[in-house]
C-alpha cells in the first residue's frame, strides 16, 4: 500500500498540511520587519538626529536579513522535503507541530537579540531557537527516510541524502553560533553569513 491509501496515513489531503506550514512561514517572515521600530517622528528634529537613528537600528536591521534568510531557507528545505512525499501520517504531523511552533517564536528572538546586540547572552536566545527549528526539520528529513511508504513511488531514502546533508547546516552553525557567543563574543550571529559558503562547498565536493 502507498500513498493516503497506506494503514499509518492520517487520511486527509497533504495541501493542507503544505498550505499551513507555507503560511506560518509567510507570516513569521513578515513579522520579523516589527523588529524594526520606526521612532516616533517629534523626537528627531535634525538630519543628523535621524542620521543617529537609523545606525541604531542597523543591529536590529542585520538580524533582520539574517533571520529572513535563514527562514526562507528553511521554508525551501521544508518544500523540497514535502514535495517528494505522497502522504504525510501522524508522526509526521506531530513532528511539524513543534516545527511550526519554533519557528513562530524567530520574530520574537530576533528582536530580542536586536535590541541587546551588546549582550552576547541575547545572541544564544536567537542562535538557539534556529538550532531548535533546524534540528526539527532535519528530524522530519530523517523520519521520512526512515518511512519509506510516505515518499512518492519516484524517491528513494538514499534519494534524501543530499537533501538532510543541506538541512543540517544550520543546525550546525548554530552550535557554533552559541559556542562564540558563550565565549563572549558580542557578534556571534556574524556566523550564519558561513551558510552560503558552505553551500558553495557542498555544491563544489559535489561536482
Given at each position: 500500500?502507498?500513498?493516503?491509501?497506506?494503514?499509518?496515513?492520517?487520511?486527509?489531503?497533504?495541501?493542507?498540511?503544505?498550505?499551513?506550514?507555507d503560511?506560518?512561514?509567510?507570516?513569521?517572515?513578515?513579522?520579523?520587519?516589527?523588529?524594526?521600530?520606526?521612532?516616533?517622528?517629534?523626537?528627531?528634529?535634525?538630519?543628523?538626529?535621524?542620521?543617529?537613528?537609523?545606525?541604531?537600528?542597523?543591529?536590529?536591521?542585520?538580524?533582520?536579513?539574517?533571520?529572513?534568510?535563514?527562514?526562507?531557507?528553511?521554508?525551501?528545505?521544508?518544500?523540497?522535503?514535502?514535495?517528494?512525499?505522497?502522504?504525510?501520517?501522524?508522526?509526521?504531523?506531530?513532528?511539524?507541530?513543534?516545527?511550526?511552533?519554533?519557528i513562530?517564536?524567530?520574530?520574537f528572538?530576533?528582536?530580542?537579540?536586536?535590541?541587546?546586540?551588546?549582550?552576547?547572552?541575547?545572541?544564544?536566545?536567537?542562535?538557539?531557537?534556529?538550532l531548535?527549528?533546524?534540528?526539527?526539520?532535519?528530524?522530519?528529513?530523517?523520519?521520512?527516510?526512515?518511512?519509506?511508504?510516505?515518499?512518492?513511488?519516484?524517491?528513494?531514502?538514499?534519494?534524501?541524502?543530499?537533501?538532510?546533508?543541506?538541512?543540517?547546516?544550520?543546525?550546525?552553525?548554530?552550535?557554533?553560533?552559541?559556542?562564540?557567543?558563550?565565549?563572549?563574543?558580542?557578534?556571534?550571529?556574524?556566523?550564519?553569513?558561513?551558510?552560503?559558503?558552505?553551500?558553495?562547498?557542498?555544491?563544489?565536493?559535489r561536482?
Open positions: 500500500m502507498e500513498g493516503n491509501d497506506h494503514p499509518d496515513s492520517i487520511g486527509f489531503s497533504k495541501s493542507r498540511f503544505e498550505a499551513l506550514t503560511g506560518i512561514f509567510a507570516i513569521a517572515m513578515t513579522l520579523l520587519v516589527l523588529g524594526l521600530a520606526v521612532p516616533a517622528g517629534g523626537t528627531i528634529r535634525t538630519s543628523t538626529g535621524l542620521i543617529e537613528t537609523l545606525m541604531g537600528l542597523f543591529p536590529d536591521f542585520i538580524h533582520y536579513v539574517i533571520a529572513f534568510f535563514i527562514l526562507h531557507g528553511m521554508w525551501v528545505s521544508h518544500h523540497v522535503l514535502s514535495r517528494r512525499m505522497a502522504s504525510i501520517d501522524r508522526r509526521f504531523l506531530e513532528i511539524n507541530l513543534w516545527l511550526l511552533m519554533a513562530c517564536l524567530i520574530p528572538t530576533t528582536s530580542f537579540s536586536g535590541d541587546f546586540e551588546d549582550i552576547a547572552l541575547a545572541a544564544v536566545v536567537l542562535e538557539a531557537n534556529l531548535v527549528v533546524g534540528g526539527i526539520l532535519l528530524l522530519q528529513w530523517r523520519y521520512v527516510a526512515r518511512t519509506p511508504h510516505l515518499l512518492s513511488p519516484e524517491f528513494t531514502p538514499a534519494g534524501l541524502g543530499v537533501g538532510m546533508q543541506k538541512t543540517a547546516v544550520t543546525p550546525a552553525v548554530s552550535v557554533l553560533g552559541i559556542a562564540l557567543a558563550l565565549l563572549g563574543v558580542t557578534w556571534s550571529t556574524a556566523v550564519y553569513l558561513l551558510i552560503p559558503v558552505i553551500f558553495w562547498a557542498m555544491r563544489a565536493v561536482r
